[in-house]
């Protein structure tokens, strides 16, 4: 069966599964999609479905061409005002990944030895397993976010209105268009058979690591992107009933 062909009979498959049978379609839509390699096409659907994050990467590295291309499709996001306030850093450098995972650790334990975590001990250690495995992958893509004032928000500030009731007039409109941006950017890498994990607890070492980087204000790090062939595959998790989060009006 070719590619098409594989791809109808996925999205003509019936809406309801066992959780089981779901999970390995979804294994196995991936498993594809990652032999597909650069040059496989999928439709929207399927390529959204089968998205898992992936925290596990072989050491191949992770040619230019594909992250131009990576960032390229994700520079497609809707943005405020079409402020395309994102950038990123594509860090290849092992040495500076290694660096920046220290700084991540460093920042942890200082965090532990605050007296007000005595009671979170095993939060803390769950939080390091999961902060610094980006590490080990052969790239990390680095978020960052650029103001973005809109003439709302100078209104509001006119008014005098504080940070915080402007914020929640407003909801951090530049934080939606750059997460939004890192949406797609995780999509194009599993397309393109690569696995990603979209990753913002490192970013409680962001001066740490912006001075790594030399990320300059006014940007500032918001996220990190691991990125590589995957070195395993990951069933998509589940994800609530659609009754569950939408109603009709």
Known sequence: MNA??????VLAAPFR???VAE????????ARIAAAGPAGEVSFAVAVESRSSVRRFLDDPVPRADVERMVALATRAASAGNAQNWRFVAVEDAAVRQRMGVAVEQRLEAMAAWPEAAALRGDLTAVRGYST???????????CALPYESRIDRLLLARGLP????DRLRQH??????????QLFITA????????????APVVA??????????????RLVALVPVGRPAQCPAPRSRLPVREVLRFR
Do not use: N
Not at 163 to 166: G, I, L
């Open 4 to 9: 098409t062909g594989w791809v109808k009979r």
């Open 17 to 19: 599964r066992g959780p």
């Open 23 to 30: 999970r390995r379609r979804r294994r196995g839509t991936a």
């Open 133 to 143: 495995f980006f590490a080990e992958a052969p790239l990390v893509v680095v978020v």
């Open 163 to 166: 940070a915080e009731e402007r």
């Open 173 to 182: 409109p530049d934080m939606q268009s750059v997460g939004a941006a890192v």
């Open 189 to 200: 890498a599993h397309v393109l058979g690569y696995g990603a994990c979209w990753m913002s």
């Open 206 to 219: 962001a001066e740490q690591l912006e001075r790594i980087l030399e990320v300059e204000p006014p940007a």
